[in-house]
């Protein structure tokens, strides 16, 4: 199956700061989303992407479509304590609808 | 907020039993998927499910597995004969209609095969 590769794999930041994530396909990509999932629960959506170069904000949340359509950008502004969960990506190939998800990077702020 | 519901949330089942995994999807919504999540590790996807039919499934989604809408609301999983490796968090999604690709999740059955 299709890899989708997110990094970084964990994250350890203060209150306050900025966080950066990525995650990269080696195949083409027609829908990205987002999701945070918190322990023992299913993933909530954040954020979904259907065009390159596409960008889309949710909150302090904002996410990007590469324009390759082989990556995705999640960025977190002002994070807070119940920002910690893990992110997962979730892209959709030209054809089908099969959803392909990342590996997760785990989010730890700290107060 | 409508959501998706999932049924039970913790299943305890000794190896070669058979399990069913209910989904209530939301209730407008077309699609409808099945994922697997084991501990620690990413979110597998396994079928989906249109129009009364697969519509695609994975090379996880063995003929232990089935999947079935038996009436305007359930949607059900099916693993005949559980193995240990079956343990995982068990994930059912669904899609509305005119967003076909934003998901939403429940909350998942935790199975656990002895």
């Known amino acids: 199956g299709q890899q989708l590769n997110q990094s970084p794999q964990s994250m350890f930041i203060q209150e306050g700061e900025d966080v950066s994530m990525n995650c990269t396909s080696s195949s083409i990509f027609n829908t990205w989303l987002w999701y945070k999932q918190d322990p023992g629960e299913g993933p909530v959506l954040l954020i979904a992407?259907?065009?390159?170069?596409e960008l889309t904000s949710n909150g302090r949340l904002t996410a990007q479509f590469g324009i390759t359509r082989k990556d995705s950008f999640l960025n977190i502004s002002a994070s807070i304590p119940s920002d910690v969960g893990i992110y997962f990506c979730?892209?959709?190939?030209?054809?089908?609808?099969?959803?392909?998800f990342g590996t997760g990077t785990s989010l730890t702020v700290i107060p | 907020e409508p959501e998706v519901t999932q049924t039970p949330s913790h299943q305890v089942t000794q190896m070669g039993q058979e399990v069913i995994l209910r989904c209530v999807p939301i209730s407008n919504h077309l699609y409808f998927y099945w994922y697997r999540q084991i501990l620690g590790q990413k979110v597998e996807f396994l079928v989906s499910?249109?129009?009364?039919?697969?519509?695609?499934k994975s090379e996880i989604f063995d003929d232990q597995f089935s999947v079935e809408r038996p009436d305007g609301s359930n949607f059900t999983l099916k693993i005949r004969s559980t193995k240990l490796e079956d343990s995982a968090m068990y994930f059912c999604a669904s899609l509305p209609v005119g967003r076909a690709y934003e998901q939403y999740f429940g909350p998942g059955t935790r199975l656990t095969v002895t």
């Open positions: 979730a892209g959709r190939p030209n054809t089908g609808n099969q959803f392909y």
């Open positions: 992407l259907y065009k390159a170069g």
């Open positions: 499910f249109y129009n009364n039919e697969i519509s695609e």
